[in-house]
C-alpha cells in the first residue's frame, strides 16, 4: 500500500491544503498523521476538520495534548504555551473532541507509529544516531514513524552494526527491505530544517521504498494569519527560514 505520511501541521491551513493537494495527485492510497494538528499555527478548526476528512489514522501530538488539558501548559516553551492557550478559547467543540479522541502510538499498522518516539512517544526529540539506536532497541516493528522534530530525517541499523542516520531532502528516496528503521517526515506546517517548504513522505508498504517530499505554499498568507490572531510574532517570522 502507498501511504502519504504528514505530521506536526500546526494550525498552518496554507500549508496543510498544499500537502492535500499534492497528495491527491499522487498514487498514494491513505494518509497517516503522526500528530500536532494545532499548536504555534492560526487555524487549528481547518486542519482538525482537514484531518478529519482525509487521514485514515491519526495520532496526537504534545500540542494537542495540551490543548485538551491533558498536559501542563507549563511544559511548553512560552510561545508554544501562548499559541496553546489561544487554541483552547478558539476551537470549537467539535475540533476538541475530535483531540480527545487521539492517542500518540498507533501499533496496528504496517509499521509502528509514535508521534515523538519509541520510548517516549509524547516529548523525545530523536535527533541523533545514539537516541535512534535506543529507540531501535525497544521498537516492537522493523519500521517506524516519528515526527516531533519538525526535521525531515531517516535514521537505519543493519544486523551487527550501530544505527546511522542523515537528513534528508526533497525527492530522496530510500530502499526499507532489509533493516530496522526509524522515519521522520517532517514537518507540514513548521519545518525546522532550513528548507521553509511543506515536508511530508511517501512510504509504499509492498515495495518498502520511502520518498521524501516538499511542497511550496503561501507562506506569507499564513504568516498574516497568525499576526492577525495576535499570536507571537516569532512564529509568523520563522516560516520563511523554515527554522
Known sequence: MRVAVVSDIHGNRQA?????????ESSCEEIWCLGDLVGYGADPDACVALAREHAASCLAGNHDLGVRGTL???EFSRGAAVAAEWTQRTITAETRTYLEELEPVLLEEAVGLYHASPRDPVWEYVL???????CLDVQSHRVCLI????VALCFWRSEGSPAT???????????????EWLLNPGSVGQ????????????LDTSAWR??????????????AAIRAAR?????AERLAYGQ
Open 16 to 24: 496543510f491544503d498544499a500537502v492535500l493537494d499534492e497528495i491527491a
Open 72 to 74: 501542563p501548559l507549563e
Open 128 to 134: 541523533s544516531p545514539l537516541q535512534a539506536e535506543l
Open 147 to 150: 515526527g516531533h522534530s519538525h
Open 165 to 179: 542516520g542523515q537528513p534528508m531532502r526533497a525527492d530522496e528516496q530510500l530502499a526499507l527491505a532489509t533493516g
Open 191 to 202: 519545518p525546522r530544517d532550513g528548507d521553509p517548504r511543506a515536508a511530508w513522505l511517501e
Open 210 to 223: 520511502a520518498t521524501f517530499r516538499r511542497t511550496d505554499y503561501d507562506i506569507a498568507a499564513a504568516a
Open 231 to 235: 499570536l507571537p510574532a516569532s512564529l
